[in-house]
């Protein structure tokens, strides 16, 4: 026998044994506390390769509302309870589908993007995707001002909210609306959404808190405004022609529906 078979037998490892399916346990996966403790999903493991599995769910299964059937949210097991087989999680991120992002941009419209890392008031740090959609094309300066007015107002609760409070108000669309506010008296906007979050850090003995049902405070920012940014007269001329073709179009589409349904029922 040559010695280079004996070197290749030399350095084959034992197979490590699978584990028997009867072994393995079935454990339910429960979101944070910031997500009412739901119930996610089931995940089937031994008891020491549950911890640090991710599960992935639609926002959908948190709010009933079908607009959000597009944004998919990714939960991290952090802490397993054997006894009950339970999994406790924690959000990781969450991120809206290709398809739906690309419906934001209408024609003749321009997309503002801007990709940060936010640190909370509890030392989590998150990188959040933000994109805002005019209604028409924007000047350079105009989509400047408007990544400043995004980054300045998600600095502004992050310094001053627990990650728990933060994780609500980026995905149920509470700073969405912060931005929209300020940003539209730069140009009007059809559409600010966060399509995308990461947790990139969380700290060591960081603990899942019950968020209190507070409001979230109003938040003010200085914009510094130039000639360049303000809005042109033809400019405001067309946001209400803007808006009265959203309207008309609306009011069709609601005649439509109501034609079909009557031709149904006849």
């Not at 944004?71 to 999994?87: R, S, T």
């Not at 995308?196 to 200085?222: A, N, Q, T, W, Y």
């Amino acid at each position: 026998m040559s010695q280079k078979s004996k070197s290749k037998r030399r350095k084959r490892k034992p197979k490590a044994k699978k584990a028997d399916y009867r072994s393995k346990k079935w454990f339910e996966v429960y979101a944070p506390k910031s997500f009412d403790n739901k119930k996610i999903g089931e995940i089937i493991g031994l008891e020491n390769n549950v911890l640090d599995r991710t599960v992935e769910t639609l926002l959908y299964d948190f709010t009933g509302n079908y607009d959000d059937i597009s944004c998919k949210l990714k939960f991290k097991v952090i802490d397993v309870n054997a006894e009950a087989q339970n999994c406790y999680t924690t959000l990781v991120g969450h991120e809206y589908t290709s398809d739906y992002v690309r419906s934001l941009v209408g024609r003749g419209a321009t997309k503002i993007t801007t990709i940060n890392n936010f640190t909370t008031n509890d030392e989590y740090i998150y990188r959040l995707t933000t994109v805002c959609v005019t209604i028409r094309r924007a000047r350079s300066s105009q989509q400047n001002i408007i990544r400043q007015i995004m980054r300045k107002i998600l600095e502004e609760f992050a310094k001053t909210t627990e990650h728990e409070k933060f994780v609500r108000g980026m995905i149920y669309g509470e700073f969405e609306n912060q931005i929209k506010r300020i940003a539209k008296t730069i140009y009007p906007l059809s559409s600010c959404t966060i399509i995308k979050s990461k947790l990139i850090s969380m700290p060591e003995g960081g603990e899942d808190r019950e968020v209190k049902d507070e409001d979230f405070d109003i938040v003010e920012i200085d914009v510094e405004r130039s000639r360049k940014s303000e809005i042109r007269r033809t400019e405001r001329i067309n946001v209400k022609k803007y808006a009265q073709q959203k309207q008309q179009e609306e009011e069709s589409e609601e005649e439509s529906d109501e034609e079909e349904s009557e031709e149904e029922g006849d």
